[in-house]
Structures are given as structure tokens and as C-alpha cells.
């Protein structure tokens, strides 16, 4: 699954879907089935009675903490060989990138 929830902000099903960019579809099949294997639980909001919030539970730290050391180790061995300087230009330059991306995908709808 590539769709993880967090004890944040972000914690709702839709809030998947627009950081991920991911299909409603995609994100609410992930999420029954990590709420099946219980890693996840949903509650409904006390603000707003529409409002599902997610909330990982103990069982899924292990797999969150692999997955960050996977995306760690996977961000190291493509900067092998680049300076300092070249990696923030990287940077600076897919910033850019995902803004305009974010900006294509807001005015297409």
C-alpha cells in the first residue's frame, strides 16, 4: 500500500487524495483493507458528523518506520556523486516542478 495516515492534519480520506494525487477509488480500497489488517482505525469527527478522521494505530509503526527507512535510503542512492550545491538545485528545481504540477492539476479540475 503507498497510502499511509498520520496523527496530523492530514487524516481524512480526501486528504489522501489530494496530497497523493491518487483516485478516490485507489484510497478507499487501501483503506479498508489497512483498516482490516488493523493498522488503521476511523472515527467520525466531533467538529463535523461528516468528517471521517484516520488514525494509525500501534500495529502499523513498524511498517511506517520501513517505509520511511526505504524512501531515506532510496533519496541517498540517487544523490550518490552530486555536491551539496547540485542537490539543492535539485531541489530547488523539483519544488518547481511539483508547483506547476499542482497548478495543472487545480486548473484541469
Same mark, same amino acid.
Given at each position: 500500500m ?9 487524516? &481524512? ?13 485507489h ?6 483493507v489497512?483498516e482490516?489488517?488493523g493498522?488503521?482505525t476511523?472515527? &467520525?469527527?466531533?467538529?463535523?458528523k ?11 509503526n513498524e511498517i511506517v518506520?520501513e517505509?520511511?527507512t526505504?524512501q531515506?535510503?532510496?533519496a541517498?542512492d540517487?544523490?550518490?556523486g552530486?555536491?551539496?550545491?547540485e542537490?539543492k538545485v ?7 516542478i511539483?508547483r506547476?504540477a ?6 484541469k479540475?
Amino acid at each position: 500500500m503507498d497510502v499511509l495516515v498520520s496523527q496530523s492534519e492530514y487524516n &481524512t480520506a480526501a486528504d489522501i487524495v489530494r496530497i497523493r494525487k491518487s483516485t478516490k477509488s485507489h484510497v478507499s480500497t487501501a483503506l479498508k483493507v489497512l483498516e482490516e489488517q488493523g493498522y488503521i482505525t476511523k472515527k &467520525t469527527s466531533s467538529n463535523n458528523k461528516k468528517r471521517v478522521e484516520l488514525f494509525l494505530e500501534d500495529s502499523a509503526n513498524e511498517i511506517v518506520k520501513e517505509g520511511l527507512t526505504v524512501q531515506n535510503q532510496f533519496a541517498y542512492d540517487m544523490l550518490q556523486g552530486l555536491t551539496e550545491e547540485e542537490i539543492k538545485v535539485c531541489r530547488k528545481v523539483f519544488e518547481k516542478i511539483c508547483r506547476n504540477a499542482e497548478e495543472c492539476i487545480q486548473k484541469k479540475g
